[in-house]
């Protein structure tokens, strides 16, 4: 009897290895298994389509990504551009319409927030062809706003110099309602009684926005720019559907770079390693998301 | 004076907000009508708004493409996919929730930067490896690959909803006799049904949506929805009409979907940072 009860105690107390290892050990073979594939495939030089195997180079791949290569650097400014020009972006449009949604008190709050979801849901490949229906050079509804402005027509995503604003202009409207969605909700859960003791000291509404709104909001805008800031980095669908990354490289961010140099020009071991760089600089705003998450429960009004 | 402010004030919280909504809207707007247009109507400049609207795109997608074959291979996919994740991300899930043991929390937290890895990361080791097995080009392998994004999503998800449960109920069913995994079928699982429903539907169009997995792993056979309107991209020029009537097509479910899990869609779009 007694070494039953201990068996059962024991069956107890190790319970959760029964339940947590099957996700364990398919994220280890699926995840993990081939992140460090590739970290050994890139200290290799690899042609897939080429014969012979794989060549040991060592950091050969780094050091020429990092010192010669002048496409990289090319693809890391555009990334940069493409950051600068998209996240702060859609962070101040998403504040100023989660600002003005938040006074809204009618039933049409419910349809402007299903609206708002759309965007960021919607399948992006399709976020892409209504763009590339919108910037039609010949037949696109931008074009045609232009003419009533009785303004030159563009070639929107067609010429390098307005290529890279067009994607991010696409981008901001994928985007910016879910900045909006996620800074409303925190809005909505705001505890109540420093804004009543505003009231009552007689705070003028910029002042009650600049002291008590955006210094309660901080956690939920931080959570939110980072998942945008983590998430841009990621960009493909949307640039893959609407320049391809051309012309010539002005919409080619590190993302799309690393794939054409996989799956256009088949150097697997070259590609693995930009591919490694791409894994360190998101895990480290990753790591920044996660720190500000475990540090203190963030809430919002989910309903 | 006052109340001309006020009302000014108000006038101009209208239209920002109606211009807003407008630009939100229109250009989804703008896909459905060149949708129903005929190839004539859709090319003409300026855009008509006046037309005699059509089926003919979305019956002739069918017929003269694979379109059809595309759906059901993106319902094969999305819903086996959405089975299995949630079959093993559940009871991991119910695992980091009911046992704290030593580094269950940091445990809860790489599964979480697993959600955040580039997909362009996995997707090299992923495809060689895949060439290698042979099993390029089925739908095994993407449903297998989407495990990477989503078994973490609900894990995490899943988690909140399994922490929200006060625990006494299956604390008693346990001294009772109850197995755990009894516990966690019968008792704990039926608990958090609603949170359940929401967490596939999420997930479901997580694999219905995704893209760069699905261009480099199917070739002919496999072919998912969103690689499949791609295709009416050509060299020659683009089929608008395949491809809007496409892009409308792959939208209905997630249109349908998005409206039945509003309440939990903070949550999943942020993988849980907000509660």
Known sequence: MGRRKSFQSFKRKYAWVFFIAPAVVVLLGIVIFPLIFSLTLSLHEWNIIRAGGWTWSGLENYATILFLDPYFRTALKVTFLYLLGTVPLQFALGLMVALILYRITRKIIGFLRTSLVFPSIMTPIVVGIIWRLMYNPDMGMLNYFLKLLHLPPLNWTGSPLTALPSVMMADIWEWTPFMALILLAGLQALPQEPFEAALVDGASQAQVLRYITLPLLSPVMIVAILIRLMDSFKTFDLIFVLTEGGPGMSTEILNYYTYKYGFKFFHMGYASALSWLLVVIVTVIAMILIKTIRSRGIYAAGG | ?275
């Open chain 2, 1 to 275: 004076m006052g109340f001309t402010t006020g009302k000014i004030k108000k006038i101009i919280f209208v239209v920002v907000t109606v211009i807003v909504f407008s630009i939100i809207l229109f250009p989804p707007i703008f896909l459905f009508l060149t949708s129903i247009k005929t190839e004539l109507d859709a090319l003409s400049f300026p855009p008509k708004w006046i037309f005699i609207p059509t089926v003919k795109n979305y019956v002739q997608i069918f017929k003269t493409s694979s379109f059809l074959r595309y759906i059901v291979n993106s319902l094969i996919v999305a819903s086996t996919n959405t089975f299995v994740s949630l079959a093993l991300g559940s009871l991991a899930a119910y695992g980091l929730a009911r046992y704290k043991f030593r580094g269950s929390e940091n445990l809860s937290f790489w599964i979480l930067s697993i959600r955040m890895m580039p997909p362009v990361a996995a997707i090299i080791p992923i495809y060689i490896i895949m060439k290698k097995l042979r099993i390029l080009d089925t739908p095994w392998c993407l449903v297998m690959i989407y495990l990477t994004f989503n078994l973490p999503f609900i894990v995490w998800m899943m988690k909140g909803f399994f922490e929200d449960v006060p625990r006494e109920i299956e604390e008693s069913a346990l001294i009772d006799g109850c197995s755990e995994f009894d516990v966690f079928l019968k008792i704990a699982l039926p608990l958090v049904a609603p949170g359940l429903a929401a967490t596939a539907i999420l997930v479901f169009i997580f694999s219905w949506n995704e893209f760069l997995f699905a261009l480099i792993l199917t070739g002919t056979r496999a072919t998912t929805l969103p690689v499949g309107i791609i295709l009416y991209m050509k060299e020659t020029g683009i089929n608008w009409g395949y491809m809007t009537a496409g892009g409308i097509l792959a939208l209905i479910p997630v249109v349908i979907f998005t409206m039945l899990v509003q309440k939990h869609l903070v949550k999943g779009l942020t993988l849980g940072a907000l509660k």
